[in-house]
C-alpha cells in the first residue's frame, strides 16, 4: 500500500469529529434510529474509527479491526436487533461510515490508490460481515424461541378443554344404562384417547417450558359482548367446575362491551378462571366487570387458598408455580393471561391474602380516537 495512507490516518485523526457527524446525520434518517438516543445510536463507532485508523496507518492489508471491546461489531449487530433495526439497515450504517470516510478522503486532496482504497473497503466490509453475521443468528434463534413458546402456550391452553371432554364423557358413562354397553364402550374409548393427548401434552410441555422467549401477541380487537362470551366459556367449563364442587358466577353485565379479541380473551379467562378452580376446590368463584374511564375493568374472584406473600410479586412470571406438588402445574396459566391483556394495552393486578382466596383484576382499554 502506498504512503499516502499514513498521510491519511493523520487526517482521520484529525476530523474524527467530523466523520462521527457525518456518520450521526446519515444514520439518524434510519427509521431504527428514532428510537435510540443519541449514545446508544452511536454505540461502538468512535471506537471503531479509532481502530480504524490504526490499522490504515500501520499500512497492514491484514489488520484486524473491530473484534475486542464491548462495543466491536461482533456486538453491535446484537445490540441493533435489541434496538428494532433490520438487518438492511446495520449494513446501511456502515456504508454511510464508508462514504464518510471517501468525502473526509476526497477534501483532504490525498490521491489513493485502488489498493488503498480495497484496504479501507476490506476494513469496513469485515465490520459489516460481523455484526450482520451477530444479527441474523440471533434473530434466528429469537424466532425459534418464540415459536416454541407459541407452540407451548398452545398446548398448555388445549389441557382445560381436554379435561372437561374427559370429564363429560365420565359423566355420561355413569349415566347410561347398563343396556347401552355400545355407548359406554365407545366413551371409554374416547376417554383413552383424550388421555394419550395428555400425555402427549404433559411431555411437550416438559420439553419446550425449557426454553426462554417474548411470543408476540397481535389481537384482532373488535366490539364483544362480555356477559354472553362469559356465559359460554363457564357452560365449556361446567364439567371442570362441577368435579371440582366449585360454584362460579357470571355478574359481568348484560350491557358491557368490550373491544378485544375475542378469542384471545376467551383463553386469558380460561386460565385465570382455571387457576380460581385448581386453588378453590369446593368454593366460590365470581367473575365480574364494570365500565371504567378508559374502557372496562374486569375482575375473577375467589375464597380459595390464597396467596403467600412473597409469591405476589413474581405471580405472573413465566414458570412460577405451587410448591405443593398436588397443585403445581408448567407455571405458564397466569403469564399468558398477563400478555394476552397486556397485547390489549392493559393492566393486571392481584389482591391476595392466605387463606382469604385472591381477586385478579384486569382492564381492557377502549381504543384511542
Sequence with gaps: MSNQLAKLAVVLREKKLTLVALWNTGVSELAGAARLDASALRDHIPQFIDEMITAIASRNENAVVGQKGPGSPLQHG????????????????????????????????????????????????????????????????????????????????????????????????????????????????????????????????????????????????????????????????????????????????????????????????????????????GGKIEIGAKENATGAECWVKDNGLGIAPERIERIFDKHETDANPARAGFGLGLTIFKQIIEAHGGEVSVESQPGQGATFRFTIPQPST
Design 78 to 281: 446484537s445490540q441493533r436487533l435489541a434496538a428494532g433495526f433490520n438487518i438492511k439497515e446495520v449494513v446501511v450504517e456502515y456504508n454511510v461510515l464508508r462514504g464518510a470516510v471517501l468525502e473526509v478522503t476526497e477534501a483532504s486532496g490525498l490521491k489513493l490508490t485502488a489498493n488503498d482504497y480495497r484496504a479501507i473497503n476490506n476494513i469496513i466490509d469485515d465490520a459489516i460481515a460481523w455484526a450482520v453475521d451477530t444479527f441474523a443468528r440471533e434473530q434466528a434463534a429469537e424466532r425459534q424461541r418464540e415459536r416454541e413458546e407459541h407452540l407451548a402456550f398452545i398446548v398448555h391452553d388445549l389441557r382445560t378443554p381436554l379435561n372437561a371432554i374427559n370429564l363429560t364423557a365420565t359423566v355420561l358413562v355413569e349415566e347410561l344404562s347398563p343396556e347401552a354397553r355400545e355407548s359406554a364402550e365407545m366413551l371409554r374409548v374416547l376417554q383413552r384417547n383424550v388421555q394419550r393427548i395428555d400425555e402427549l401434552i404433559q411431555h411437550v410441555m416438559q420439553v419446550e417450558c425449557s426454553h426462554e422467549a417474548i411470543a408476540g401477541l397481535n389481537p384482532v380487537r373488535r366490539e364483544v359482548d362480555l356477559w354472553p362470551l362469559v356465559h359460554q366459556l363457564l357452560q365449556d367449563l361446567r364439567p371442570v367446575t362441577s368435579a371440582a364442587q366449585v360454584e362460579i358466577r357470571n355478574l359481568v353485565s348484560r350491557h358491557l362491551t368490550v373491544y378485544a379479541d375475542a378469542g384471545l380473551l376467551v383463553r386469558a379467562l380460561q386460565n385465570l378462571v382455571g387457576n380460581s378452580i385448581k386453588f378453590a376446590p
